[in-house]
């Protein structure tokens, strides 16, 4: 049997080998290579082989390339957190970004 902390629930063990499902969102702690000048917290959302990370705190965006994918993205995760009650919000309109950036930053302390 495994032991977790408790409040530790939505989290996961780094390096996780499989995407929770075929389509998601989650909140990762993610570093090198993906994000050169962090780790830092970002929105990673997948359908299939499409990604998308939101680094709200440095206001930018990536998709998958040829050289990446959704799975090597959730690998690369140091922690993770779904992005469900509080944190299943809209990413798109300008008051978003502004609550993603001050709630991503919050998680960071």
């Known amino acids: ?3 977790k902390t408790l409040g530790d629930q939505d989290q996961h063990e780094p390096n996780l080998p499989e995407l929770p499902g075929e389509r998601g969102r989650y ?3 993610l570093g090198a290579p993906f994000i050169e000048d962090g780790p830092r917290w970002v929105h ?3 359908r299939g082989d499409s990604f998308c990370i939101r680094d709200f705190i440095k206001g930018r965006m990536a998709r998958q390339d ?3 994918t959704a799975d090597a993205v959730w690998r690369a995760a140091m922690k993770t957190k779904a992005a469900t009650g509080e944190y299943y919000r809209s990413v798109a309109k300008p008051e978003d970004i502004e609550w993603w950036t001050k709630e991503l ?3 960071e302390e």
């Open 44 to 46: 990673f959302s997948w």
């Open 66 to 68: 040829e050289d990446s």
């Open 1 to 3: 049997m495994k032991w």
């Open 105 to 107: 930053k919050r998680l």
């Open 27 to 29: 909140l990762l702690f």
